[in-house]
């Protein structure tokens, strides 16, 4: 079965940076769009960044010129590296095969102000 785990999350203060890393149990990036998505607490869960087989990519208004996604198929990974975080910021951070539908457990982001 599938699986996807997200790792990296944590404690940081205002305009710092965190990368997060999202491995699959099996190779599943060759075919599939990868995303992340984040929820923060009392909302609704928003993709803010995706990327595509070729390498394509696509962010949300709210974390673009901020955030990067990134892949690596070899490996079967997928990052998020953010920087410049702001509080609102702050949420679980969710990695997901798109086609496939397979959701990760989630890791927590906090940023202080």
């Known amino acids: 079965q599938v699986q996807l785990v997200e790792s990296g999350g944590g404690l940081v203060q205002a305009g710092g940076s965190l990368t997060l890393s999202c491995a699959a149990s099996r190779s599943i990036f060759s075919g599939d769009t990868m995303a992340w998505s984040r929820q923060a607490p009392g909302t609704q869960r928003e993709r803010i960044a995706a990327?595509?087989?070729?390498?394509?990519?696509i962010y949300a208004d709210s974390v673009l010129g901020r955030f990067t996604i990134a892949r690596d198929n070899a490996k079967n990974l997928v990052y998020l590296q953010m920087t410049s975080l702001k509080p609102e910021d702050t949420g679980v951070y969710y990695c997901?095969?798109?086609?496939?539908?397979?959701w990760g457990q989630g890791t927590q982001v906090t940023v202080s102000s």
């Open positions: 997901n095969a798109v086609a496939t539908g397979m």
């Open positions: 990327i595509t087989t070729g390498g394509y990519t």
